[in-house]
């Protein structure tokens, strides 16, 4: 399928204008063959692929055979992440291509996206697998010098994703893309209450767009774990649409949330040891967590519960965790000022009925557990190689990796105990 970029531009009803940048997304079956005449048509003269020992495998090689002058930058998969290392790694290898070819998947993207945009020149997205939501996106989520940092970007000139390469792919991967794009269950609650609170834009529009992907998606979860053809380009355009709405806004507000700032914890490997899981199998987990902390927030809104905590700022004392010294002073710096300061505390007690309505809007942890191992994706902390007694300070800690008001963070304002 040819995706219509047409039907995201222009006015909406939330009363912007949105714009993308992505020129062309191709998701079917034999979209590696249509990247030779994309190039020449653009008249791009050295353009260069940055790929691992894996996915060169996957796609890359198949890519030499169409374009055989194509230099392959080959990354080696062990212990690779989208860090300061890979990205001198490959900024240093790609010598002075005008475009890089991004065979891959979160990793590849990431690192290829930093480095164009350091080098100000375009790139081009090659997906090897429906593994992550950041295809299209305009920001590079990088773990840098132990910090997990977003960085400007910029997004692909354009996606070609062969569903002959990415059904192929492990049904891990697959499995961690669907953890990925359930994970907006959350984090548009999250944009929803913000809203509601302090009055942050808020696009119903973009919302209802990334609901729908999920549903016809859940649809076709029979057919994900198996690699079927349908079911896995339904996923693959989920996973777009998402990085889509981050490009129509302009942030992640859209796509991430607690849910995403648990990850970005263990990914930090400030309070955990090295976790192997993907990022969409952390994200998933970390749903799992915030939607049994909002049902319960909920359950106790429901119950009378109005109580505002004492709370009297960031707590820093829980900074302590954070071994690196640098890390320290980055986390600090992410919360000054602190985002709770944008919450009227009379506005959130009148309200908590109203915020009490958003979170039951998410499917209950059971349900959602369900989804997840439909798909054959973690759903407890041991799925990913964590102890459960490191749930309570991954809740405490986690809403202070991002300087974004989640409810998470909003819950530090109430006297509801621990969630």
């Not at 992440?81 to 291509?97: I, K, Q, T, V």
């Not at 669907?178 to 913000?194: C, H, I, N, Q, R």
């Not at 902390?381 to 991002?402: E, K, N, Q, T």
Request: include cysteine; charged fraction near 20%; charge should be negative.
């Amino acid at each position: 399928m040819n995706i219509d970029l047409g039907k995201f531009k222009g006015p909406c009803p939330c009363g912007r204008t949105h714009s993308i940048s992505v020129e062309e997304i191709v998701i079917e079956a034999g979209a590696l063959q249509k990247i030779p005449s994309w190039i020449a048509g653009k008249g791009f003269k050295k353009p260069a692929m940055l790929c691992d020992f894996h996915t060169y495998e996957a796609a890359g090689a198949a890519l030499k055979k169409l374009m055989p002058g194509l230099p392959a930058v080959k990354l080696d998969p062990e212990g690779l992440h989208a860090d300061e290392r890979a990205a001198a790694l490959a900024d240093e290898r790609l010598g002075d291509a005008d475009l890089i070819l991004a065979v891959g998947s979160g990793t590849i993207h990431d690192t290829a996206r930093f480095v164009a945009h350091k080098r100000g020149i375009p790139f081009l997205s090659v997906p090897t697998a429906a593994s992550v939501d950041g295809f299209v996106s305009t920001v590079a989520a990088m773990t840098w010098h132990g910090y997990k940092k977003t960085f400007p970007a910029v997004a692909p000139a354009a996606v070609f994703a062969d569903t002959n390469v990415f059904a192929k792919a492990p049904a891990r991967l697959s499995a961690s893309g669907f953890a990925d794009l359930l994970g907006k269950y959350t984090a548009l609650a999250d944009w929803k209450a913000a809203q509601l609170l302090t009055g942050e834009y808020f696009c119903g529009r973009i919302c209802e767009m990334e609901l729908s992907a999920i549903e016809t998606v859940c649809k076709n979860l029979d057919g994900i774990p198996a690699g079927g053809p349908e079911a896995s380009e339904q996923l693959m355009y989920g996973l777009l649409l998402s990085g889509l709405a981050m490009q129509m806004i302009g942030n992640s507000r859209p796509a991430s949330g607690a849910e995403h700032h648990f990850s970005h914890l263990w990914e930090m490997e400030a309070i955990n040891p090295h976790v192997k899981a993907y990022h969409g199998e952390k994200v998933g987990v970390g749903l799992m967590l915030t939607a049994e902390a909002y049902h319960k927030l909920a359950a106790w809104i429901e119950n009378g519960g109005s109580r505002l905590s004492d709370y009297g700022g960031v707590e820093t004392a829980l900074f302590a965790h954070f071994k690196e010294l640098d890390v320290y002073k980055q986390i600090a710096e992410e919360n000054t000022p602190d985002p709770l300061a944008q919450v009227d505390r009379q506005t959130l007690q009148q309200n908590l009925p109203a915020l009490a309505k958003i979170l039951r809007e998410i499917p209950s942890a059971e349900n959602i557990a369900a989804l997840l191992k439909k798909a054959g994706a973690p759903v407890t902390m041991a799925d990913i190689g964590l102890s459960d007694g490191l749930i309570p300070l991954s809740a405490a800690l986690s809403p202070y990796v991002r300087s974004r008001l989640t409810v998470m963070r909003i819950s530090k304002l109430l006297d509801c105990g621990s969630l």
